[in-house]
């Protein structure tokens, strides 16, 4: 699907922040960028989505380049528009992409129920907790029907509980809908569980140090696999060698 | 009574309070009436003539309202035009502080002559003190967007249009209505002001133009009485602006 060869790109300030980076994502792929912070995972993110361009190499597309509403993206903070209602800021990519509120409403109610909020549609953000507004967010990211689904840190910042029930969703949603996820992270438990493959990242500057493919089905009941933990346990392994490799 | 209706009695049993002693102190101390007038006399002063205070407070208002209209449009139109363009905001940035902290008083006296017409030149002055505050907080909020917003906005394809339609103006909004409600005050500031330049060069309009008459004459317990008017009004527009801007918010969602 996509192709990045010996990409690098710098802060404004001269820092590099990500050099020689080889990936390749393919169509379908549940893909983890996993690394402490400051390794580039998020600036990776943002080449992927088009957001900004490599200072150097190459990102290439297998056919057309993603086009407005093909790449979905939810960020750590829920972002929503506090002045719309639940329903509304789903709407909202539909909405750029020039259709009416009639026309979207089926998209948008169905987009709301598959992250289990139907019943929330008329409610304003400030009225919903932090896992809910996550949902919103997830829904709207979903509602264009995206190829490419790029989640950065969506649920560092909730409870622990709600965490591993979104995690557990993340996964149904991404085996119904079919399209490619990339998802930074920080934490070993949320990429051994989500991940196909598990990409480790480490900084100064950020490169792609190792990759692991992941043995388990995705599926909720991994969480008490004892495969799981031999992941976990693998991934902290591997992740510790590369932060110590000079 | 709770500690929340006691709180929202202060104000009045603070202000009932203040007056008693002042009504007594005038009285106790045989304070004339052209020095200090007790609120009493005021109140007096006010009754032998309500209608023609009443008329000047209305002409004051109307200067103050249109003022601020003209304010918060030139503040808005001024705050799309900066958000819009760096060039626009590097030349109008500096000129809008120097308009800000010129006095008004100082430049009233040309305004008057310039402009002409009593009532659009009071408008000018009043405009000229209230502009400043809409402007500053507009420019604030529709520059105060979420980066990951813009992102979204970007990768959905929206455009320079979209971006401010459904984006930095309603973002902005909140913003605009805290500064609309320093500016409230500031328009009728500006008004009497203006008024005070104008009446001493004969235009006879507004409070302010009360008050100087009063002044002149004596009538020192009418010029209280016209002072008066003016503070509850300015509590008046405060109120009213603040209630608008709750009202607008929570109809949003945002309150």
Redesign the interface.
Same mark, same amino acid.
Request: aromatic content about 12%; cysteine-free; hydrophobic content about 40%.
């Given at each position: 699907m996509l192709t990045l060869r010996g990409v690098g790109r710098r802060f404004p300030g001269g820092t590099e922040a990500l050099a020689g980076v080889d990936l390749d994502l393919g169509e379908g792929d549940f893909l983890a960028l996993l690394g402490p912070s400051g390794c580039g995972k998020s600036t990776l993110l943002?080449l992927i989505? /088009?957001?900004d361009p490599p200072d150097t190499g190459s990102c290439v597309w297998a056919g057309a380049p993603p /086009?407005? /509403?093909q790449?979905g993206?939810v960020?750590q903070?829920p972002?929503l528009?506090?002045?719309?209602?639940a329903a509304e800021n789903v709407w909202?990519?539909l909405?750029? /992409?020039g259709q009416r509120r009639e026309a979207a409403w089926p998209a948008v109610q169905a987009a709301l129920a598959q992250v289990g909020l139907a019943d929330a549609a008329a409610r304003?953000?400030?009225?919903l907790s932090g896992g809910m507004r996550m949902r919103v967010a997830i829904a709207r990211a979903l509602v264009?029907r995206p190829r490419l689904l790029l989640l950065d840190e969506p649920f560092a910042a909730l409870d622990e509980f709600t965490r591993h029930k979104l995690q557990e969703d993340l996964l149904a949603l991404w085996q119904r809908a079919r399209c490619t996820v990339v998802f930074v992270t920080h934490s070993i438990y949320e990429a051994a569980f989500l991940a196909r493959r598990i990409v480790l990242m480490t900084p100064g500057p950020g490169r792609i140090a190792d990759e692991i493919a992941s043995p388990l089905a995705p599926s909720p009941q991994t969480r008490l696999d004892p495969a799981y933990a031999a992941l976990v346990g693998e991934t902290t392994r591997r992740m510790q060698r590369a932060l110590e490799m000079p | 009574m709770n500690g929340a209706t006691w709180l929202r009695a202060a104000p009045a049993l603070f202000g009932l309070a203040a007056l008693l002693l002042w009504e007594g102190l005038v009285r106790a101390l045989d304070v004339p009436n052209y020095l200090v007038p007790g609120p009493l006399a005021i109140l007096r002063a006010f009754l032998e003539d309500p209608g023609g205070l009443l008329l000047a407070l209305l002409s004051t208002l109307s200067v103050t309202a249109s003022a601020l209209l003209a304010a918060s449009s030139l503040g808005v139109l001024l705050a799309l035009a900066m958000a819009a363009s760096p060039w626009a905001r590097a030349a109008i940035q500096p000129w809008a502080v120097v308009l800000q902290v010129t006095p008004i008083v100082a430049i009233a006296p040309l305004i008057i002559v310039w402009v002409g017409d009593p009532f659009t030149s009071l408008v000018v002055c009043a405009t000229i003190v209230a502009f400043f505050p809409v402007l500053s907080n507009t420019a604030v909020g529709l520059a105060a967007v979420s980066p990951e917003l813009l992102d979204l906005f970007r990768l959905n394809g929206a455009s320079r249009w979209q971006i401010l339609w459904l984006l930095r103006l309603p973002a902005a909004l909140p913003y605009f209505l805290a500064g609309l409600r320093i500016s409230g005050g500031l328009a009728l500031v500006g008004a009497v002001v203006a008024e005070f330049v104008a009446g001493s060069g004969g235009f006879a309009t507004g409070l302010a133009y009360r008050i100087l008459e009063a002044s002149y004459r004596l009538r020192i317990p009418r010029m209280f009485a016209a002072l008066v008017l003016l503070c509850i009004a300015g509590i008046a527009i405060n109120a009213a602006l603040a209630g608008f801007s709750r009202w607008l918010l929570r109809r949003r969602g945002e309150v």
């Open positions: 943002r989505a /088009g957001l /086009g407005p /509403g790449i993206v960020f903070d972002t528009l506090p002045w719309a209602r909202l990519p909405r750029l /992409g304003y953000p400030r009225a264009t | -």
